[in-house]
């Protein structure tokens, strides 16, 4: 007997081979048969005329560390069709966590009403698994938090006995499950490390099979340079690497990723097991803080604040993000004030959907100046939408072959402590949306291979044993979603909306959404390396 069988689909089977009509026997949390059930009895079945059955999509670059413990149902994820979030993206990680980094998380954590209870990587794992999760969860280190750990906030290089204080920490977690390493080097603390340190990081991550993640150096004038950081990281530590969210940022660097694509297929060619993720958007989202040279971050969120409250020092902050630096990826001068959209700004909620330079005119103001007034207001943290890409790359990324789909982005609901601000769309719609406007509608895309950037990819990549493929034998993580109608529906200024097409997920054997709606089951796993 089958406890569940899905009848009469279009079966995607995630290898990127053509679709074949086929019934599809659950038992346990596994697949047990893929063709034709010959009426043997079941507890549940799922009628999928017209519709496709597909694996679980792999959500390989997500921001859902401090969300999956405040809303595990993870409503926004569920209801694109993902059945496993990949955390611990861009240098940011739930654990482990000491001194700075505790400080830092504990006080994220309250904007959600979650009271930090871990510091290692193991007792995240635990307190996961006593709460429940919908979503299967893999996580990387975030090595700014490995940092903020040790050092602080401090910029400059680690002195030995941090450097042993890091390798260690990471190497715990590493044995704990975790899949790799992850930099954010945009993002102080992160972006005070050299090329060096990153390379010793991750040497310890590769030793444990591991790969490494990156949010590059810089996605503008640079991306090139930075691009080719990161497989020298790659190449010297015999590391995989995957680049996280590719894109030229910029109107001047529109069309850069031709060039980017080129070095890293190169690299490819060399040997090297280095792939992208994408998500299918114009623009990105980040903190507005960005907008500061880094050594105005040095020490932290509340100095970096007192900065801005000091005259001098507040002009000399203003002059030099007025300034053009070579080699600086400030969105405030290569998209401009008007395209950076507030998302979320507890101090005026307001404001959010708002530009920076509305903002200002509206209270008479110097874009810059209100800038740094919205920054104090908000205790230096604010989350922002900046305009920057062209659709053109967004396409061209997307058809290269060992691109993998991401959305960059935390598990949201329309309720509840996660249904904060106006947060990007992409947490909402990057799944459906790549079917529905790149697939159906502009054929960018076709199905099997769209499926298979959701699905296959990102377990090989990843190493997940018996995920990401329609395959007897294979862990029951499936979707079935309408083709005809698939679609996202968030929008910049009413992101929180469900897609629709997305009819019935099953997470290891259990339907979490069912004729569109969650069921409220937390069949998620915490998914470990080599386990």
Known sequence: MFDLAILNGTIVDGTGRKGFRADLGVVGDSIVCVGELGGRDTR??????????????????????????????????????????????????AA????????????QLQRYGVELSWHSLEEWFQRLGDQGVSTNVVTLIGHGTLRASVMGH????????????????????MEAGAFGLSTGLIYPPSSYAELDELVELSRVAASYGGLYAS???????????????AVAIGEKAGIPVELSHHKAAGKANWGKVQQSLELIEKARRRGLDVSLDQYPYTASSTGLSVVLPDWVHEGGDEAMVERLKEPALRAKIASEVRSVRPGWENPANTSGWHNIVLA??????????KSISEISQSLGRDPVEAAFD?????????????????????????????????????????????????????????????LGRYVRELGVLGWEEAVAKMTSQPAAKLGLSKRGVIAEGNHADVVVFDPRTVSDQGTFT??????????????NGTVTLDGGEHT????????????
Do not use: W
């Open 44 to 93: 549940r079945v799922i009628d999928a005329t017209g519709m496709v059955v597909a694996p679980g999509f792999i959500d390989v670059h997500t921001h859902s560390d401090d969300t999956v413990l405040a809303n595990p149902k993870m409503e926004s994820k569920v209801r694109q069709g993902i059945t496993t979030e990949v955390c611990g993206n861009c240098g940011d990680s």
């Open 96 to 107: 482990p966590v000491q001194g700075q980094a505790e400080i830092g998380a504990r006080k």
């Open 154 to 173: 401090a910029m400059r290089p680690p002195m030995q006995e941090e450097m042993l204080a890091m390798r260690s920490l990471l190497a715990e977690s």
């Open 215 to 229: 949010h590059l150096r810089n996605e503008g004038d640079r991306l090139i340079e930075a691009v080719a950081e």
């Open 344 to 353: 979320t700004c507890r101090s005026d909620p307001g404001l959010e959907g």
């Open 374 to 434: 919205l920054l104090i207001a908000n205790e230096g943290s604010l989350a922002v939408i900046i305009f920057s890409m062209c659709e053109d790359d967004v396409q061209a990324v997307m058809r290269y072959p060992p691109t993998m789909v991401g959305s960059d982005a935390s598990a949201k609901a329309p309720y509840g402590p996660t249904s904060q601000g106006k947060p990007h769309p992409r947490a909402y719609g990057t799944f459906p949306r790549v």
């Open 494 to 507: 009413e992101p929180h909306r469900y897609p629709v097409g997305i009819a019935h997920v099953v997470v």
């Open 520 to 531: 409220g089951a937390l069949s998620g796993r915490i998914l470990k390396r080599g386990r």
